[in-house]
């Protein structure tokens, strides 16, 4: 007798109902996941954001905190007055920053090197070494300068030189001269001192990266000046005055989701790139690195505030952090702890000096000039042994010794340019090298 094997499944309605309920089952799970997805990817920008701005921190805590010394250079670096310093010529640097000897003509130097002298010859011109009574030599140590590449990434990193500051000395005219509308006669002093640069030379060919690279993998950096905050991007311009979505250049927004949105780096005081001694502060904001073909950052672009203003922005994820700290050693004695005397000077004079009669008025015969060294001093003073000259130590007494005495820190400061925080004037538009430039000196002097 034959048995019929019947096969047993699911009917039609069976597996349409089946599929149903595992569809709301998957959309239940997606509606938990993606929210979680979002969170995780905040979690690790915020996590990476936290770790740079303690690299940075930690780093500026442990130098910059302690400077005697602080340069800053937003969007390039630049001369006292602002000017670029890759817009000299190469005869321009050299002259202004190159000129290491009395009577010397200039050697050449990079922007970079030409910077760093700048800083140097700023504040610490005609300062000497702390142990010498005589106050001659002048004073050594070391220089650093720490870059903020935002066009790379925000990539931090490190430059350090060993120097030796320059002088000034008194050029006193070999013949007759017009000088700033006035007339000065042959042998009269010429009233601009004329500058020997400090000399650096780099400690090292490779720069050190303050923060490590592993945080680069997957994110960027962008470290701006003074304390900042987000502005979001006003999309249905309700705002006039604040940044609009319209005006947003550098992001493709063609597959933007509800969920994107973008902000804008402002600075709190919009004035200036404002940094005190109480209050030093960087803002840093985290942000994926993913490139476009062309190079540039999907997730950074700009945003154009009322026409006028520009500001960088950015496409979430991102995150901000700022990093504040205090100049403690900016306002102190200069050197107090090292330097048993002023140890400014000396006063260094070149050429022969015009006499004339105390009661005649008339001019003494060109031989009856004394003549001056910046470095020997007063000629005439030579050891017939060795023919070397053999001054004494500095004498305080203006009548014994008046034309080659130690300065005062009170004319030091006369002839150093800047205060001891400088901030340049910044450089903006097509000019800008989207850096930062810090340069200062910590108090280790060698």
Same mark, same amino acid.
């Given at each position: ?18 599929? +149903? ?5 998957? &959309? ?21 954001? +936290? ?29 006292? =007055? ?30 970079? %090197? ?25 004073? =050594? *140590? ?6 903020? %590449? ?13 120097? =030796? ?11 007759? &001269? ?12 010429? /009233? ?168 005649? *008025? +008339? ?13 020997? *001093? ?14 004494? /130590? ?14 005062? &820190? ?37």
């Amino acid at each position: 007798m034959n048995k019929n094997n019947k096969l047993k499944g699911f009917t039609l309605v069976e597996l349409i109902v089946v599929m +149903a309920i595992f569809g709301i089952l998957m &959309a239940a799970v997606m509606q938990v996941i993606t929210p979680l997805n979002k969170i995780s990817k905040r979690a690790s920008i915020q996590e990476a954001n +936290a770790a740079a701005v303690d690299n940075v921190k930690s780093y500026l805590e442990s130098s910059i905190r302690y400077s005697e010394c602080v340069e800053v250079c937003v969007g390039g670096l630049t001369d006292n =007055t602002g000017k670029l310093l890759s817009k000299y010529t190469t005869d321009e640097l050299s002259k202004k920053y190159g000129v290491s000897t009395v009577g010397g003509s200039g050697s050449a130097i990079s922007p970079e %090197d030409a910077a760093v002298v700048n800083f140097i010859d700023n504040h610490y011109a005609n300062r000497t070494q702390p142990d010498l009574k005589q106050a001659i030599n002048p004073l =050594t *140590g070391k220089v650093r300068m720490l870059k903020i %590449d935002n066009g790379n990434g925000g990539k931090v990193s490190e430059y350090e030189y060993d120097f =030796t500051a320059g002088y000034t000395y008194t050029n006193y005219l070999e013949a007759d &001269a017009k000088i700033d509308g006035k007339d000065y006669k042959k042998g009269e002093a010429n /009233p601009h001192p004329i500058r020997v640069n400090s000399t650096v030379k780099s400690v090292s060919v490779a720069p050190k990266s303050v923060i490590n690279d592993v945080y680069y993998e997957n994110y960027s950096f962008y470290i701006a000046p003074g304390y900042a905050q987000m502005q979001t991007i006003d999309k249905n311009e309700k705002n006039a005055d604040k940044p609009s979505e319209n005006k947003l250049k550098g992001f493709d927004t063609s597959d933007d989701t509800s969920d994107d949105y973008y902000a804008a780096l402002e600075p709190v005081d919009k004035t200036a790139v404002n940094f005190s001694p109480d209050l030093f502060s960087l803002s840093i904001v985290t942000y994926k690195n993913d490139k476009n073909d062309a190079g540039e950052y999907t997730y950074r672009g700009t945003c154009d505030e009322n026409d006028t203003e520009k500001y960088t922005a950015f496409q979430s994820p991102f995150a901000l952090s700022n990093a504040n700290m205090s100049l403690v050693n900016i306002n102190s004695e200069f050197g107090t702890s090292k330097w048993e005397t002023a140890c400014y000077g000396p006063v260094r004079c070149n050429g022969k000096k015009a006499v004339y009669d105390k009661d005649t *008025g +008339a001019a003494l015969a060109e031989s009856e000039w004394p003549e001056y060294d910046p470095i020997k *001093g007063q000629k005439g003073e030579v050891d017939p042994s060795t023919g070397a000259y053999t001054w004494g /130590p500095i004498d305080e007494n203006k009548d014994k010794n008046p034309d080659y005495r130690a300065i005062t &820190a009170e004319e030091a400061r006369k002839i150093n340019a800047n205060d001891r925080l400088f901030v340049h004037p910044e450089v903006t538009g097509a000019d800008s090298d989207d850096c930062i430039y810090f340069i200062y000196t910590v108090p280790d002097f060698k």
